[in-house]
């Protein structure tokens, strides 16, 4: 059993430093001694782990996404499912630098996606999980009277995954961090799809009162 868990960190060990290495220097940083020498371990212990570079990305992909499911995760349980649809996707944004590095990480994904046929399978499988992970709360707010009951949550949710992504692409050719102008960004495809946020009806304290004393003496 030790032996197994051993065996699991050290390839966590190895995906942490392939991600690292992704981030800081792009896919044309990605070798076998660089990683090997960002995670402390020599080239011949990282073979013993992993098949291929694409092997190695694969495993960077997964270490990545645990890292943003937390947080998303926890953006969910917000009572209003379309506060917790904004707050999930503000989480994707790259408005720190991690999530910057984040960014940079997921364009040499994409890149490799392209030409390997494996990485591109995994890639589909991230986009899934993402997008239904927005739909979910778009089908959450329609239940909620968020968002109207007609609304195609699939289709919404790609149009905001579209919209997320292109902000990170605008974000990285940049150079900066996401602007609070592009979380507008959000906010407006939000509305446009979902209408405007209802209209909370407060009750006047002097009402209330009136009904509760009615209701006692009834």
Same mark, same amino acid.
């Given at each position: 059993m030790a032996r197994q868990a051993d065996h699991i960190e050290r390839r966590r060990l190895f995906a942490a430093a392939a991600l690292n290495v992704i981030s800081r220097d792009g896919l044309e940083g990605l070798t076998v001694r660089e990683v090997a020498r960002e995670? +402390?371990?020599?080239?011949?212990?990282?073979?013993? /782990?992993?098949?291929?570079?694409?092997?190695?990305?694969?495993?960077?992909?997964?270490?990545?996404?645990? =890292?943003?499911? &937390? *947080?998303?995760?926890? &953006?969910? #349980?917000?009572?209003?499912?379309?506060?917790?649809?904004?707050?999930?996707? /503000?989480?994707?944004? *790259?408005?720190?630098?991690?999530?910057?590095?984040?960014?940079?990480?997921?364009?040499?994904?994409?890149?490799?996606?392209?030409?390997?046929? =494996?990485v591109n399978r995994v890639m589909k499988e991230r986009y899934r999980e993402w997008s239904g992970r927005i739909a979910g709360q778009i089908c959450r707010a329609q239940e909620q009277g968020e968002a109207p009951a007609a609304l195609d949550a699939d289709l919404t949710a790609r149009e905001l995954v579209a919209l997320v992504? +292109?902000?990170?692409?605008?974000? #990285?050719?940049?150079?900066?961090?996401?602007? *609070? &102008?592009?979380?507008?960004f959000i906010d407006s495809l939000i509305e446009a799809r979902l209408g405007p946020p209802p209209v909370k009806v407060v009750e006047p304290p002097a009402a209330r009162a009136s009904r509760q004393s009615t209701r006692a003496t009834a």
């Amino acid at each position: 059993m030790a032996r197994q868990a051993d065996h699991i960190e050290r390839r966590r060990l190895f995906a942490a430093a392939a991600l690292n290495v992704i981030s800081r220097d792009g896919l044309e940083g990605l070798t076998v001694r660089e990683v090997a020498r960002e995670a +402390g371990f020599t080239t011949g212990a990282l073979t013993h /782990y992993f098949k291929s570079k694409d092997d190695v990305l694969i495993a960077a992909s997964e270490h990545a996404a645990e =890292q943003v499911r &937390a *947080p998303m995760e926890e &953006a969910a #349980l917000e009572s209003s499912a379309r506060a917790a649809l904004r707050h999930l996707l /503000y989480t994707a944004l *790259p408005t720190t630098t991690v999530m910057k590095r984040r960014w940079r990480f997921w364009m040499a994904f994409w890149e490799r996606a392209a030409h390997s046929p =494996q990485v591109n399978r995994v890639m589909k499988e991230r986009y899934r999980e993402w997008s239904g992970r927005i739909a979910g709360q778009i089908c959450r707010a329609q239940e909620q009277g968020e968002a109207p009951a007609a609304l195609d949550a699939d289709l919404t949710a790609r149009e905001l995954v579209a919209l997320v992504d +292109g902000i990170g692409v605008q974000v #990285l050719i940049a150079g900066k961090l996401a602007a *609070p &102008a592009q979380r507008r960004f959000i906010d407006s495809l939000i509305e446009a799809r979902l209408g405007p946020p209802p209209v909370k009806v407060v009750e006047p304290p002097a009402a209330r009162a009136s009904r509760q004393s009615t209701r006692a003496t009834a």
